[in-house]
Structures are given as C-alpha cells and as structure tokens.
C-alpha cells in the first residue's frame, strides 16, 4: 500500500516536471515593440560611442564601479562575441564568407563597440598552417598561420575604431564548456596523461604573453580576459586559487603593457563573483581590474530556485546581487556581462530569462558582451540560432534581442 502511494505521489511530481519543462519551451509569440523593430532599419551607431572618437583620451582605467578615460568619462563596454579561433578549425569565423574588414564594418554598424576574441592554448602550441578555403573570401590570409590570421582580424576591426578585449577561451580546441576536466581551468597538469592538450600555469601565462606581444602597439586592443568560465573538476575550483593564478598572470601582461585592463571572471562557470568583495583581486599597476560573470537561462542550475529561466524577477535579481551585481550597486568594481544570448525563435523560459536579464541591465547601465555574432558553428558548420547576423554575415538579424540591446547601448 505504501509503496503504491509513494509511486503515485513519484509519478504526480515527475509529471508535474514535465509540464513545467514543456511549458517554457513552447514558442513565444513576439510583442508588438519587437514586431515593430524588426520592420525598421537600424539607427546609425553613434560615433562618439566609439574609442576611435576624438574625445576619448586612452588608456583606459577603471574608477570605482566604471571603465573610465584618462579625463575619467565613462567607456561603456557595449561588446559581441566573435568566436572561432578558440574552436577545431582555429581561426574565427565567417572568413571564408566575408573579407574581415566587412565582418568589422557590420559589427560597428549594429553599434557594438567593442568584441571579445577568444582564442585556444592549442591554437597557440600548434600555430597551424590554415587551409587556404577556411580565407577563401581574404585572399591576403591564404598562406599564414593561425596566429598571423587571428592578429589580422583583430586588427580589421580596430580598424574600423573597434576596442578588442583577448579572450583566453579553452585549452583544447573544442567548443566551449563540456564536461571534459581538462578543460576546466587554466592548468591542468595535475591531470597526467588524462588530457590530449596538457599546459602548466606557467605555460598557460607564457601563451598570454605569445598572444599579447602581437598588439602591444595597438591601442585599441584594451585588455585581456584571463580565462572562459573557470570551474574546476566538477565545480571545485575556489575563488582564492583562481584569484591568486588571475594576478599572475595579470602582473605578467602588465609588464608587457601596463596600460591593458585585466579581466577576471567568476568561478561556477562565470557564474559567482562572491569571493571578489573580501579577496579582490590585486596588481602590480592599479585600476586595471575588471570582473566578469556570464548569465545565460540555465545559469542557476542546481538551486533551490532553479534555472534563470523559470524565476521571478525579484528572485533572479536577488541572485545577481548576491553573484555580482553587489560589486557595481556598491560601486567596488566593474563587472562586465562577457557573455549572454539566446536564441532568434526562443521558447517562453527563454524570453522569460532574457526580460529579465536586459530589464536588470538596463536598470543598473551595466556592460555586457552578448554571445555571439557568428551564423554558424565551426566545425559542422551548424546553426547558431544565438547569431545576430545571417549567413552572409552581413544581414542583421532584427528581433527582440537587438532592441533591448540598442536599448542598453543608447541608454
């Protein structure tokens, strides 16, 4: 008897679950704000957004919870992903589509001011010959290798009056972040044979510094982000070790470049900056520290409150306060929202999190980097459906993503 009862309360929850599940995937409808954007043409960027402008006096520094000119006028990181040299075929992407200084041009016009460019420590150990159709629309690049190319994207876009942040993405060159241990933070020595593409910290810094020398003349290229999404072995990975690792190799870039800002992620796949407010992390040249947490729909997994995309706004803003947002609100330091997205046809949990995440970025001005411009995967050559460009990667996707995000931008 009691074994029937507890399978038929088991059963009555699992299909509680179901439905819940099944609830935040079905399609959302788009609002009569988002149907009216997607039928109007982009505005013009704004020059002056731009560090290209005149106005603007660099290097960059931070000032409390702000990235700040040398005249202390705030530079609002309004930053797209551009991935691809992080993954199998180590160079970014789209360049077999469009010359670079296209791809840069379309970046500028939909108003982002800057990019993150990740890259792999096995791009830089193996520094591959690139087959000449992965550059058949840059004919120039056929020829180099991947580092050569990687420095030449980068600097079509500072070109174009683009700010640059370098991204140390992954170890191996894969997408970015599955279960694999060698892959959850900067070392993994400690591992032995385990892994395919094996680095020691300090080989993980001396990558850094093979990356960076390319661009120390380059002012447009502004800092570095030390490491994607640090977990550690199954979520192990404490705020001290990695904070202590970050000043390392921040200290070893400075010395290179001391004008670079130097961003630092939380642990929990960028997910938890708590540590940060009593061990913050410390350099040799002030004001160069800038914090970075990623807050994606299944961000919170795990939580007696669940995912992102089934809270409430009070508690989804609780949770922000509480893994980063106390550091701007208290105006401590600033944290930059490296990456978010989702996708161009969502279902109800994924708006669900996306209104409430841009609704809390727009209510503190935050800075963000969404996740990501590219139209397809690199090594399938699959879907993005988080793009904001189509295949030709000149066509701007306009839908409810770019509007909230002008928003932010403009706000």
């Known amino acids: 008897m009691y074994l029937l009862l507890a399978a038929i309360l088991l059963g009555g929850f699992l299909h509680y679950l179901w439905k819940a599940e099944a609830a935040l995937s079905k399609p959302w409808t788009p609002d009569a704000a988002s149907q009216y954007f997607s039928k109007r043409p982009l505005p013009p960027p704004i020059d002056e957004a731009f560090l290209s402008a005149n106005s603007w006096k660099l290097p960059l520094r931070t000032k409390g919870r702000d990235v700040v000119d040398q005249k ?17 075929l180590f160079i970014p992407g789209g ?37 000449p159709h992965l550059v058949a629309a840059n004919p120039d690049l056929v020829g180099l290798q991947a580092l050569d190319i990687f420095e030449a994207v980068v600097d079509a876009l500072t070109e174009q009056g683009i700010a640059v942040i370098i991204n140390n993405h992954i170890t191996s060159a894969t997408w970015c ?13 400690h591992l032995g044979p385990l892994c395919r593409v094996r680095q020691t910290e300090d080989e993980w810094i001396a990558h850094w510094v093979t990356v960076m020398e390319r661009f120390i003349d380059n002012p447009l290229v502004i800092g570095a982000d030390l490491r994607n999404e640090v977990r550690g072995v199954w979520g ?5 070790r990695w904070a202590t690792a970050a000043e390392r190799a921040g200290n070893a870039l400075l010395k290179l470049n001391p004008e670079w800002l130097i961003i630092v992620g939380g642990t929990e796949s960028g997910n938890d900056l708590t540590g940060a407010g009593q061990r913050p992390v410390r350099l040799d040249v002030e004001n160069r520290v800038v914090y970075s947490a990623h807050v994606y729909s299944w ?88 793009s904001l460009v189509e295949d030709d990667w000149s ?10 995000m002008m928003e932010l931008m403009r706000a």
């Open 236 to 240: 192990t990975m404490t705020w001290d």
């Open 177 to 189: 972040c599955g279960a694999d241990p060698c892959d959850a933070g900067w070392a993994n020595d």
């Open 72 to 88: 202390g006028r705030r530079f609002k990181l309004s930053s797209v992903n551009w991935y691809g040299a992080s993954d199998e």
């Open 395 to 404: 066509t701007p996707v306009l839908d409810y993503r770019m509007k909230d």
């Open 299 to 386: 961000s919170g997994w795990g939580s007696m409150e669940g995912r992102y995309a089934k809270r409430s706004y009070p508690s989804f803003v609780k949770a922000m306060r509480h893994n980063w947002a106390y550091l701007v609100e208290g105006n401590l330091a600033p944290v930059w929202i490296g990456e978010f997205g989702a996708p161009n046809e969502p279902g109800e949990g994924d708006i669900h999190y996306w209104q409430n995440l841009l609704r809390y970025l727009k209510a503190i001005d935050a800075d963000f980097g969404y996740w990501a411009i590219n139209p397809r995967k690199p090594k399938e050559n699959e879907k993005e459906s988080y």
């Open 95 to 131: 360049l077999d589509v469009k010359h670079r200084s296209e791809i840069a041009r379309t970046i500028r016009s939909l108003g982002f001011n800057s990019v993150r460019m990740p890259y792999s420590d096995e791009m830089v150990i193996s520094n591959p010959r690139i087959l």
